[in-house]
C-alpha cells in the first residue's frame, strides 16, 4: 500500500485528545484549518496543516489526494445496530401512523417475533445478501466501524447463525463490525409463560458456547417491559462477564427499571436507549465509565414525543455516545448524519457535540477507542469527507448524505460519482 497524502480539508476535526469525551469537553475538538494527514500502510502518520505535513520527508513521495476543500472527520463508530434481519416491518409502520401502539403491534403478533418467524426460515446466505446491501449504505453515509447484535433468531440454532453470518461478513467487506450477543432480546413464543427457563438456557447453554467459540465479544439483555427483568438481566450478564463477554444493555427506553444502575453495577460498556432515566440514574451513570449511547432514531421513527435527557446527561459529565439503532421495527436507517440531526434538533446536542459522540466516544463504547474514532497519529486511517463548507451544516441539512469520501484504513471505500 502506497503512502497517501491526503491534502484539501478546510476543516479537519481530529477529535484526537483522551476517550470518552465528558461535558464541555464533548464540544471543545481541534479543528485545524486547510489540515492535511499523512497516512502510511492503513494508519495515521502525521496530522496537521497541509503546509506542516508536506514538508514532511515520507510525505515528497506520497501519492496525493486532494479532497478539494471539504470538511473531514473520523469515520463514524455506529455502536449500536442490530444489522441482521430478513426483510422490514413497513406494515408495521404503516398501522403506527394510524395509531396502534408499538407494544400492541407486538402483542398481536408482529413486532420482534414477527422477525423472528422470517429469520429462522432464511438462509445464511440470504441473510448476508441484505447484510451487504445495509453495510454498503452505511459506508456511503460515513459510517467505518458499528457494531452488530443477534436477537432474531431466539434458537440456538438461529442465533449461531446470525452470528456466523456476522464473521463471514467482517471477512467479505472493509467495514470493522463488534459482535454482540443479545439472545435475550424477547421470550420466544416457545418459551412463553416460561422466562426463568429461557432465562437459565442462555445462561448456562448458549453464552458458554458462544464465548468459547469467539463468535461474540459482547452480551446484551434488553431489560425493559415486556422483555426481562433487571435480575433476569442481571443473571445473564454475570453468565456472560463469568465467560469473557463484556455487558451491554438496552436500558430504560419505555419505563424506568433500573437496568441504568444494574449497568453500572456490572461495569457494562454502555447502557443504551436511557429515555426513562430518573435523575440518580443520571448521578450514577456521570460517576461511571459506562458510556450512555443514546438512540433518537428510535422516538422519531415511532412518533414518539419523549427522548433521552441528553443535555442532563452531558451536563453532569456522562460519556454519551451516539448510534443508529438500525433495525426494521423502530429506527430502519443506516444514515448517522441523519442521527446527527435528530442529536441537534430533538436531544438539543450542540453539532460538536453530536461528532464527538458518534465518533470517539462511539468507539469508546464499543472499547475500540485506542485504534478508531479519531484522526491521530497510530490509529487506522477511517476517514470521511464532507461536501460542506462547515462541519455544523452537516446536521443542519437534514436527511441529506453531505458524504463524498469514505477511507477505511488508508483504503476509499466509497466516493461519491461527480456530476
Given at each position: 500500500?502506497?503512502?497517501?497524502?491526503?491534502?484539501?480539508?478546510?476543516?479537519?476535526?481530529?477529535?484526537?485528545?483522551?476517550?470518552?469525551?465528558?461535558?464541555?469537553?464533548?464540544?471543545?475538538?481541534?479543528?485545524?484549518?486547510?489540515?492535511?494527514?499523512?497516512?502510511?500502510?492503513?494508519?495515521?502518520?502525521?496530522?496537521?496543516?497541509?503546509?506542516?505535513?508536506?514538508?514532511?520527508?515520507?510525505?515528497?513521495?506520497?501519492?496525493?489526494?486532494?479532497?478539494?476543500?471539504?470538511?473531514?472527520?473520523?469515520?463514524?463508530?455506529?455502536?449500536?445496530?442490530?444489522?441482521?434481519?430478513?426483510?422490514?416491518?413497513?406494515?408495521?409502520?404503516?398501522?403506527?401512523?394510524?395509531?396502534?401502539?408499538?407494544?400492541?403491534?407486538?402483542?398481536?403478533?408482529?413486532?420482534?417475533?414477527?422477525?423472528?418467524?422470517?429469520?429462522?426460515?432464511?438462509?445464511?446466505?440470504?441473510?448476508?445478501?441484505?447484510?451487504?446491501?445495509?453495510?454498503r449504505q452505511m459506508a456511503e453515509h460515513g459510517t467505518t466501524t458499528?457494531?452488530?447484535?443477534?436477537?432474531?433468531?431466539?434458537?440456538?440454532?438461529?442465533?449461531?447463525?446470525?452470528?456466523?453470518?456476522?464473521?463471514?461478513?467482517?471477512?467479505?467487506?472493509?467495514?470493522?463490525?463488534?459482535?454482540?450477543?443479545?439472545?435475550?432480546?424477547?421470550?420466544?413464543?416457545?418459551?412463553?409463560?416460561?422466562?426463568?427457563?429461557?432465562?437459565?438456557?442462555?445462561?448456562?447453554?448458549?453464552?458458554?458456547?458462544?464465548?468459547?467459540?469467539?463468535?461474540?465479544?459482547?452480551?446484551?439483555?434488553?431489560?425493559?417491559?415486556?422483555?426481562?427483568?433487571?435480575?433476569?438481566?442481571?443473571?445473564?450478564?454475570?453468565?456472560?462477564?463469568?465467560?469473557?463477554?463484556?455487558?451491554?444493555?438496552?436500558?430504560?427506553?419505555?419505563?424506568?427499571?433500573?437496568?441504568?444502575?444494574?449497568?453500572?453495577?456490572?461495569?457494562?460498556?454502555?447502557?443504551d436507549h436511557l429515555d426513562k432515566v430518573n435523575a440518580g440514574d443520571?448521578?450514577?451513570?456521570?460517576?461511571?465509565?459506562?458510556?450512555?449511547?443514546?438512540?433518537?432514531?428510535?422516538?422519531?421513527?415511532?412518533?414518539?414525543?419523549?427522548?433521552?435527557?441528553?443535555?442532563?446527561?452531558?451536563?453532569?459529565?456522562?460519556?454519551?455516545?451516539?448510534?443508529?439503532?438500525?433495525?426494521?421495527?423502530?429506527?430502519?436507517?443506516?444514515?448517522?448524519?441523519?442521527?446527527?440531526?435528530?442529536?441537534?434538533?430533538?436531544?438539543?446536542?450542540?453539532?460538536?457535540?453530536?461528532?464527538?459522540?458518534?465518533?470517539?466516544?462511539?468507539?469508546?463504547?464499543?472499547?475500540?477507542?485506542?485504534?478508531?474514532?479519531?484522526?491521530?497519529?497510530?490509529?487506522?486511517?477511517?476517514?470521511?469527507?464532507?461536501?460542506?463548507?462547515?462541519?455544523?451544516?452537516?446536521?443542519?441539512?437534514?436527511?441529506?448524505?453531505?458524504?463524498?469520501?469514505?477511507?477505511?484504513?488508508?483504503?476509499?471505500?466509497?466516493?461519491?460519482?461527480?456530476?
Amino acid at each position: 500500500m502506497p503512502d497517501l497524502l491526503i491534502t484539501g480539508c478546510s476543516q479537519l476535526l481530529t477529535l484526537r485528545g483522551p476517550a470518552p469525551r465528558r461535558g464541555r469537553e464533548l464540544r471543545d475538538f481541534e479543528i485545524i484549518r486547510d489540515g492535511a494527514l499523512l497516512v502510511r500502510e492503513g494508519e495515521i502518520h502525521a496530522v496537521g496543516t497541509r503546509k506542516n505535513v508536506e514538508r514532511l520527508r515520507h510525505s515528497r513521495r506520497a501519492k496525493k489526494i486532494d479532497l478539494g476543500g471539504r470538511v473531514v472527520l473520523p469515520g463514524f463508530v455506529d455502536s449500536h445496530t442490530h444489522l441482521i434481519f430478513p426483510e422490514s416491518r413497513a406494515a408495521e409502520y404503516e398501522k403506527g401512523i394510524a395509531g396502534v401502539s408499538y407494544e400492541k403491534i407486538a402483542k398481536s403478533g408482529g413486532g420482534i417475533l414477527s422477525s423472528v418467524r422470517k429469520l429462522r426460515r432464511m438462509s445464511p446466505d440470504e441473510l448476508k445478501v441484505r447484510a451487504h446491501v445495509h453495510l454498503r449504505q452505511m459506508a456511503e453515509h460515513g459510517t467505518t466501524t458499528l457494531e452488530a447484535k443477534t436477537g432474531y433468531g431466539l434458537d440456538f440454532s438461529s442465533e449461531v447463525k446470525t452470528l456466523e453470518v456476522v464473521r463471514e461478513l467482517r471477512l467479505e467487506q472493509r467495514l470493522d463490525i463488534a459482535t454482540t450477543f443479545l439472545g435475550a432480546h424477547v421470550v420466544p413464543p416457545e418459551y412463553k409463560g416460561r422466562t426463568e427457563d429461557f432465562v437459565d438456557l442462555v445462561a448456562r447453554i448458549w453464552i458458554p458456547y458462544i464465548a468459547q467459540t469467539g463468535l461474540a465479544q459482547f452480551c446484551d439483555v434488553f431489560c425493559d417491559r415486556g422483555a426481562f427483568t433487571v435480575h433476569q438481566t442481571a443473571r445473564i450478564l454475570m453468565a456472560g462477564l463469568v465467560c469473557g463477554l463484556t455487558p451491554r444493555l438496552h436500558a430504560d427506553q419505555m419505563m424506568r427499571t433500573g437496568a441504568a444502575r444494574l449497568a453500572v453495577r456490572v461495569q457494562a460498556a454502555s447502557a443504551d436507549h436511557l429515555d426513562k432515566v430518573n435523575a440518580g440514574d443520571i448521578r450514577a451513570l456521570a460517576d461511571s465509565k459506562v458510556a450512555c449511547t443514546l438512540l433518537p432514531g428510535c422516538s422519531f421513527h415511532l412518533g414518539l414525543k419523549h427522548y433521552a435527557p441528553a443535555r442532563a446527561l452531558i451536563d453532569a459529565g456522562a460519556a454519551v455516545a451516539l448510534a443508529t439503532d438500525f433495525n426494521p421495527g423502530t429506527s430502519p436507517t443506516p444514515n448517522m448524519q441523519m442521527i446527527l440531526s435528530l442529536a441537534c434538533s430533538a436531544l438539543r446536542m450542540t453539532p460538536a457535540e453530536a461528532i464527538a459522540a458518534a465518533t470517539i466516544n462511539g468507539a469508546y463504547a464499543l472499547r475500540r477507542h485506542s485504534r478508531v474514532g479519531s484522526l491521530e497519529v497510530g490509529k487506522f486511517a477511517d476517514i470521511a469527507a464532507f461536501d460542506v463548507d462547515d462541519y455544523r451544516e452537516i446536521p443542519y441539512y437534514f436527511g441529506v448524505n453531505h458524504c463524498s469520501l469514505v477511507m477505511k484504513r488508508g483504503s476509499v471505500i466509497f466516493e461519491k460519482a461527480e456530476n
